[in-house]
């Protein structure tokens, strides 16, 4: 078991099998669809309260998402299990080269990492947005959703992967088409 678990890459049969046991898990054992992107308005709301108490305890968005008026729950905890998870697995795979400008952005983009970092940083919020504005993450619609045959979800998937391809496919013209 533990060979497994120090491969760099894994099979993405197993991985995905892996999410969707998780994904019943959550159904079985919390009676909740496994999402993400909740824990960041729960984040926020969180660090703002620091300052803010009032504010944030007589605002309806973010009472919406505070559970008994506290921001960490299993989601946040899950959020904060795949940052580590990840940095567990790249421990045991012996992965740890960051690649901090890849190569396919630095043939069109160049290699400036303050460029690559503000690119993620404004295509992550701009993703964060719109998995807000349709009332759910790519792990909320994308996986949970779909396994309940929610026709919203599999809208929002085949939108998602649209989307995805029509970018990579402007940012990096015939070298995207090839990593797609």
Not at 19 to 47: D, E
Not at 87 to 110: C, N, Q
Request: glycine letters at 14%; aromatic letters at 12%; one cysteine or more.
């Amino acid at each position: 078991m533990l060979s497994a678990l120090r491969k760099s890459r894994w099979s993405p049969y197993v991985a995905g099998a892996g999410i969707g046991v998780l994904s019943w898990a959550t159904f079985g054992l919390m009676g909740k669809a496994l999402g993400a992107s909740t824990s960041y308005v729960q984040a926020v709301g969180l660090l703002e309260s620091l300052f803010a108490h009032d504010h944030v305890a007589h605002n309806a968005y973010y009472a919406k998402y505070l559970v008994d008026g506290n921001a960490i729950d299993w989601q946040m905890m899950l959020v904060i299990g795949l940052v580590l998870g990840a940095a567990l697995s790249a421990w045991l795979g012996k992965s740890h080269e960051v690649e901090r400008v890849p190569t396919l952005w630095a043939k069109r983009f160049g290699d400036s990492k303050p460029l690559r970092y503000a690119a993620a940083f404004v295509g992550g919020v701009l993703l964060l947005f719109g998995a807000r504005l349709a009332g759910g993450c790519t792990s909320g619609h994308g996986i949970s959703g779909t396994l309940q045959l929610a026709v919203g979800s599999w809208l929002f998937f085949v939108s998602f992967f649209a989307a995805g391809l029509a970018t990579a496919f402007t940012l990096y013209g015939k070298e995207g088409r090839s990593h797609v």
